[in-house]
């Protein structure tokens, strides 16, 4: 009784997680979910000692609040949580991992998320498929870090657009424009950060020509409006939570990023792919050709394989099956004809067991 009981509020709690629409809400719904699932960790495990029923804790590296991230682990937790006393699988009621308690967690990021995989901190994480490959390869920001061999994906679970705001009053209408500019690309080493550098250096705006600053996507806004920057780097799931909540009170239009320059980016980063952020997606905003990336979710090869095999299946009949709220944009964005996209590293195994059996039901 009392198992069933917890297990079915940690259940609620998840799922308003994950359906926390509001946008100046969002943030605060997301905190209040993490708290009550972790505080009920130790009663759990104190229950787990008494009854000696198996309790598995996955942990879901995420990104800082007011990313796409953040609210996109507690869809994936909410699809694979299945706690002690949940509803017992029937024909119309698929099960997730038994016993599994699944947590989101905040982090920095792609990075943090990969480092914290290295260390244990994390049993999953999301990255981007860029940061994933140069971890996997120790190239770049992971040269001095070393080769992390023991990566492995899960899924692609969807796209990440790059917005590139400026005031709606600019005379800004092109990147080329932004030379001599003050432009906020994300903290240091955060995702956006890595991405809006890539970018800039490809249209040879670097610093002395251009002033870097390094604000997080809120206090990036509030400089924006304020005058003190005059674009800004955000990379993210559209629409941006953050963005629809300041342009509430402020007007912004987007740059594209297209034609001979991005392809030539393209060719030379082919992990990024051609995006449209449809015109409405935020206020006064007509349609702009822009660039995205892949969003993977992570593991370590040491996690065990049938473990990932569950986790795995778990996600994609909730997804498939409409188990996950769609009125969350991002939900929406997640699909299984996707999966496999933009993924550099090697699969795990439990999750490639999966992708073969089904690609045998489907032929």
């Known amino acids: 009784m009392f198992k069933n009981i917890i297990g079915s509020l940690i259940l609620k709690k998840i799922s308003k997680f994950s359906s ?14 993490i708290c009550f699932i972790l505080s009920a960790v130790p009663i759990y495990m104190a229950w787990s000692q008494i009854t000696g029923q198996d309790i598995k804790f996955f942990r879901i590296g995420t990104g800082a609040s007011g990313t796409s991230f953040f609210p996109l682990g507690g869809i994936i937790a909410l699809a694979i949580s299945n706690p002690p006393g949940s509803r017992e699988c029937t024909q119309n009621l698929a099960c997730s991992v038994p016993g599994l308690i699944a947590v989101a967690q905040t982090s920095k990021g792609s990075i943090s998320n990969i480092e914290g995989l290295t ?35 899960i899924a692609s679970i969807f796209q990440e657009t790059v917005h590139i705001f400026v005031r709606a009053d600019s005379n800004i209408s092109s990147i080329m424009q932004l030379k001599g500019k003050k432009i906020s690309i994300g903290e240091q080493n955060s995702d956006s950060y890595l991405t809006s550098k890539l970018i800039l250096e490809a249209y040879n705006l670097t610093e002395p020509l251009i002033t870097l600053d390094y604000s997080n996507a809120k206090a990036g806004l509030d400089k924006l409006q304020s005058k003190e920057i005059d674009a800004i780097f955000i990379l993210g799931g559209t629409p ?21 320059q991005a392809e030539k980016f393209r060719s030379q980063y082919p992990f990024f792919s051609i995006d449209i952020i449809p015109g409405g997606t935020y206020r006064g905003i007509s349609n702009t050709v822009t660039l995205s990336i892949a969003t993977l979710w992570l593991t370590s090869s040491d996690m065990p394989e049938d473990l990932v095999y569950q986790i795995t299946k778990s996600l994609w009949y909730k997804i498939t099956n409409k188990k996950i709220d769609e009125n969350n944009p991002i939900g929406k964005k997640i699909k299984i004809e996707t999966a496999l996209v933009g993924i550099p590293v090697p699969l795990h195994p439990g999750a490639a067991r999966f992708y073969t059996e089904l690609q045998k039901l489907a032929k």
């Open 20 to 33: 926390c629409h509001n946008n100046k809400l969002s943030t605060l719904c997301v905190r209040i979910a």
């Open 119 to 153: 260390t244990k901190q994390f049993e999953s994480g999301l990255s981007q498929s860029d940061i994933a490959l140069w971890a996997f390869q120790g190239e770049k920001l992971f040269q001095d870090k070393g080769v992390i061999s023991k990566l492995r994906a």
């Open 240 to 260: 941006l939570p953050i963005v629809n909540d300041y342009v509430q009170a402020s007007s912004l239009k987007l740059l594209s990023i297209d034609g001979e």
